[in-house]
């Protein structure tokens, strides 16, 4: 195990090969943060903050479960440091262990398996595939490491370590000593793997797989091959290629299930459409969190659905919105569609604006997602609507034009945790618009998480001027999705990126890069 090594895809994986054999499996992740869930936590430093349709803020890896696994995941498979110290400390409080001094073990560790006792009782999986946060060897992830041990000496466990592989390349020699080391830690606190899935650049060579195998006591057909394949949606036919899972079933105790070839094929076939050459279609992705990729992960992942939906080849330029204010657009050019995703704070703000403003101008196809939607209304006030200096509060608290204000319901929170307008809501959608063509439904549900919203005293300004209220709840009361009534487009307060999946993508991404290919050079 090691951090940002690809335990998530892994663990995805693993679901996506057991829902193969029609096993039920569920995820659960463990981190060993004290924060009580991601919410509050940066994503420049941590990546994504991926929300489910209960209004749970958790860990980028449950998107990638999601996608994967092509279910609708909750919040209580999220097992963070800050939720068990919180209900440790409320039973002692409550007088639970009276007379007992609370200790790591037994009483974090008890509280562990009782969770996880809990969720294999409401939810009756086949399997839970958890997966443990961090590197062995870490304070943080010690507790979960132990709990596990306890787990296996009464119910089928089976463990899994994943570790790297590094090539030095003057030797030109993979090297098997991390491997070494780190099954070596893992079995002086008692557990034993009975895989070891090795990441590395290039396929692992025969001499480095009998050595790990050799070294960590265990057989050479369960040293597998995690070596880097393009696209990690590659991965669940790359460990069935090597009978990592007729392995797996068989130590699970579900040998007599039968592989699905259909659905693998299936599979196979979405996969493929990704990596087959065709045209080339530019997106420029204006962000703010730029430097680390994974602050957009769902974003980047629902336009590689989108793209493999319209068979196209997605060439993302990420652009610093830093970079595209005042003057400096050059890096937008060439660009055959902009997207703006979401974000927080004043920072990069008015390249957005800018970015916006050179799409609709250049009738360059645009995506605005949340805060990307909300600098698309900002431009539109301002130099369609001629609203001089509009703005978000977010960002120009005395703005003269708050196009963009906080919702009412929020106006007054004291709590920073948890209390933004959250999870999945329901938007209707007019006929006759982008969004209608794209969803083709009346009634649409995506997942939220903001603040601000279109303030509502703006509309009848917004829409005199050609802007297209497409979608709004159902109540009519919140702006859901606005659009520009030439050219396209179309900016969303939801996130929908948040429910794209290969075998589903999202409908606006959809329409989106349709959009944008159409504009490309053949
Ligand atoms: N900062 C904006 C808000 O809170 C946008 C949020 C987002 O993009 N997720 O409304």
Redesign the pocket.
């Known amino acids: 195990m090691l951090s940002g090594l690809g335990k998530g895809g892994v663990t995805s994986s693993i679901l996506k090969i057991l829902s193969f054999y029609n096993c039920r499996a569920l995820p659960i992740k463990f981190d060993g943060y004290l924060n009580y869930d991601c919410g509050t936590m940066n994503p420049y430093r941590h990546g994504e903050v991926f929300v489910l349709d209960d209004k749970s803020e958790v860990d980028m890896d449950f998107g990638m479960y999601e996608r994967f696994s092509n279910t609708d995941l909750t919040g209580k498979l999220s097992i963070t440091g800050g939720k068990l110290f919180s209900r440790v400390i409320a039973k002692e409080r409550r007088g639970d262990y009276l007379g007992e001094d609370v200790q790591i073990i037994p009483h974090l560790t008890n509280e562990i398996l009782d969770t996880i006792k809990r969720i294999a009782k409401s939810e009756r999986p086949d399997v839970l595939v958890i997966e443990v946060g961090g590197t062995v060897g870490d304070i943080e992830n010690s507790y979960f490491i132990e709990a596990m041990r306890q787990l296996s000496l009464n119910d089928d466990v089976v463990f899994i370590n994943l570790t790297y592989v590094p090539k030095i390349d003057v030797v030109g020699e993979q090297k098997t000593k991390p491997a070494q080391i780190g099954v070596r830690s893992l079995m002086q606190l008692g557990i034993r793997p009975s895989f070891i899935l090795c990441r590395s650049e290039e396929p692992l060579g025969e001499k480095a797989r009998e050595k790990i195998a050799l070294y960590s006591s265990i057989r050479k057909e369960r040293v597998i091959d995690d070596s880097d394949r393009g696209t990690v949606y590659h991965l669940p036919a790359h460990l069935i290629e090597q009978g990592f899972d007729r392995l797996l079933v068989g130590d699970l105790g579900l040998g007599g299930r039968r592989l699905d070839r259909r659905k693998l094929a299936k599979w196979k076939g979405l996969v493929d459409s990704i990596s087959s050459p065709k045209k080339a279609v530019n997106i420029a992705i204006v962000g703010k969190y730029t430097d680390l990729k994974d602050s957009y992960v769902s974003v980047k992942e629902a336009l590689v659905h989108a793209a493999a939906k319209s068979r196209v080849n997605l060439r993302i330029n990420w652009v610093e919105s830093t970079a595209v204010e005042g003057s400096s657009t050059s890096a937008l050019e060439g660009a055959d569609g902009i997207l703006v995703?979401?974000?927080?704070?004043s920072r990069g703000i008015e390249g957005m604006v800018n970015a916006a403003r050179f799409a609709r101008v250049r009738g360059i196809p645009y995506l605005g997602?949340?805060?990307?939607m909300?600098v698309m209304v900002i431009e539109y006030a301002r130099d369609v609507c001629g609203l001089k200096g509009a703005n978000?509060s977010?960002f120009d608290s005395k703005t003269r034009h708050n196009v963009?204000d906080i919702?009412e319901t929020q106006r007054d929170l004291k709590e920073k945790g948890g209390s933004?307008r959250l999870g999945a809501w329901t938007a209707k959608l007019r006929k006759g618009t982008h969004a209608y063509s794209a969803y083709r439904r009346a009634a649409i549900s995506e997942r939220h998480?903001?603040?601000?919203?279109v303030n509502n005293r703006y509309r009848n300004a917004l829409e005199r001027n050609g802007m297209v209220i497409s979608g709004t709840t159902p109540d009519n009361h919140i702006v859901e999705i606005v659009e520009w009534s030439d050219g396209f487009g179309i900016g969303t307060?939801a996130?929908p990126e948040l429910k794209s999946r290969l075998e589903r993508p999202a409908p606006l991404f959809v329409e989106f890069v349709k959009h944008a290919s159409e504009r490309a050079p053949s």
Do not use: A, N, T, W
């Open positions: 995703p979401g974000g927080f704070g997602i949340c805060l990307g909300q978000s977010e963009i919702m933004m998480r903001h603040r601000y919203e307060q996130h």
